[in-house]
């Protein structure tokens, strides 16, 4: 049931049923996508994986966002997801922690170059659904699925990215079920991965995932039609720790619920939009640690007021949310990778730089005695009391002074958004490198999204070609 209610839904929703705030919701993850796979283009995961992957691409159709290379669909979508991910810069999904756009966003585009044709409005409408299938699914096994050890961006994306794709390419209620269930048996994700290259091959593994079997669907491949619900199905394995799995799937895809309620929208009837929940990342590092650096960011500015140096520091003391030292407390990490997963390296920036970019979380600047140093100095202690979204900093310095900082809501949190000028310096700061002086019209390509007749002339925007 749970299957044909997606596939129904995703088939039947029209242009004309999204609100006005949907749209704009999905324009501003478009855009934060493109420039988070512009900018992660020539990131060393992005550039060995197209260098080793190149025997196997077949027709050029699809364009390497950030690059001159166009390769086949499957490994446009691959390869896009992977540096789209790479920064971990990209859309956060604050309820369930998925990034839903690398997988989605990554197999539209590639779909849309190849076949060619597609407005901006239904991309647009195929990017929603995708997200609200990934992102209700997420929420039916959360979080126990995800302390168990799956990367839920890729467990949940390989299947949004297909119900995506099918909505886009107009397949069939049951060619949808059928792409769903080829899908959800490509379980894909280990946390484990967290800190290597892997950890970004799984958005690129789930686009390409998706892609294919939305295309097998389409030219008759069959799965099960109960692959989501059935005993042995996904929600059941995957989610098999969490003893009312079914229930709770039933709930946010919205079965047996009233229209208004909590699950999927129906027609006009909105429900709850989970776009509407997704955020934007001022820092690309694992989201719990942004309070800490918005706390120290802000001493940081104390401590230039005061002409004060980080040097004049003793000791810094961090008090957090649990989740924040379980997910990020790498107290000594080895390279840039590790270091978006260690809340210590990113208070010694906020501290050091007032900031976090990409440009913080190169290799040499995690291997920078003066951040080691700082970040030596950096102490947490988890309060199940605070919010995942707030974090209390205090500096004690050398001569006794005592400086603090509480964020009760850090930056890029649902109730503190960045903002379209916040995104488009974000966009700016990190394609400007690589699209050079093309970057201010790939910008405005990508916010008039909308209004395309063709998104594939988009991507010409997107890449150095």
Known sequence: MATHHLASWAHNLLYSDLPQDVVRAAIKTFYNWAGCAVGGSDHPAATIARSTLTPFFGQPTASLLGTSYSVDAQHAALLNGIASHVHDYDDTHLDTIIHPAGPVASA???????????????????????????????????????????????????????????????????????????AATQVTGLREMFGAHTKSFHPGRAAQNGLMAAIMAQGGYTSSLQALEAKRGWANV?????????????KWLGIAQETHGVGLPVGAATGRWEILRNSFKPFPCGIVIHPVID????????????GLAVGDIQSVHATVHPLVLELTGKAKPRDGLEGKFSFYHGGAIGLLYGKGTPAQYEDAVVQDPEVIATRDRIRGTADSSLAADEARVVLTMNDGEVLQS??????????????????EAKFIDQCSSVLGDGVHAASQACWAIVEAEDVASISKALCTC
């Open 108 to 182: 539209l585009l590639a779909v849309a170059q190849w076949k060619g044709g597609f407005s901006g409005k239904e991309f647009l409408l195929a990017l929603i659904v995708g997200i609200e299938a990934e992102c209700k699914l997420g929420l039916s096994v959360w979080p126990e699925h995800y302390d168990v050890g799956w990367h839920i961006t890729s467990t949940t994306g390989s299947i949004g990215a297909a119900v995506a794709v099918s909505k886009l390419l107009g397949l069939s209620i049951q060619q949808t079920s059928h792409a769903i269930g080829i």
């Open 406 to 423: 509480h964020v009760l809501h850090a930056v890029g949190s649902l109730e503190v958004p960045m903002g379209d000028e916040a995104l």
């Open 238 to 250: 995957i989610g098999a720790t969490k003893p009312d799995v079914q229930a709770n799937m039933d």
């Open 295 to 306: 706390a120290c960011s802000r001493l940081h500015v104390e401590l230039e007021a005061r």
